[in-house]
């Protein structure tokens, strides 16, 4: 059995029929779904990223699933520029934000438990 590493991965680099898989499957790309686009054309190629992206599935409600939610809205934020991007900062600190709060009043429960 392999042991398998953070985020399911084993730190292997991947392997080359993993990639000449991916590289296929992006020509396939381009013969189905795009035809007629340049497939050395990098508008053509962030929107056939952007359609695999779709396209994509997985379990939703699994810790991979989460992780994996996660990773999409990090890679999403960092592509994002003006309105977008700030808006993502904003979410992100209210997140953080009500995690110190949760965390703050769970301290000063414990604290008012245990001194009485």
């Known amino acids: 059995m392999v042991q398998m590493g953070l985020f399911g991965t084993n730190g292997e680099e ?4 993993s990639i000449r898989s991916r590289s296929q499957a ?6 189905d779904d795009l035809v007629g686009l340049d497939p050395q054309d990098p508008e053509a190629q962030a929107f056939a990223a952007h359609l695999d992206r779709i396209e994509r599935t997985r379990a939703n409600y699994t810790v991979e699933g989460y992780l994996a939610g996660v990773a999409d ?3 999403s934020a960092n592509r994002a520029t003006g309105h977008r991007r700030l808006a ?6 209210l997140l953080l934000l009500g995690v110190l709060v949760a965390l ?5 429960y414990m604290l ?3 001194t009485g």
């Open 14 to 17: 991947p392997r080359p029929e």
């Open 112 to 114: 008012s438990a245990f």
């Open 73 to 75: 809205f990090a890679d």
């Open 26 to 31: 992006r020509e396939s790309r381009f013969d």
């Open 88 to 93: 993502a900062v904003v979410v992100v600190s």
């Open 104 to 108: 703050w009043s769970a301290l000063g």
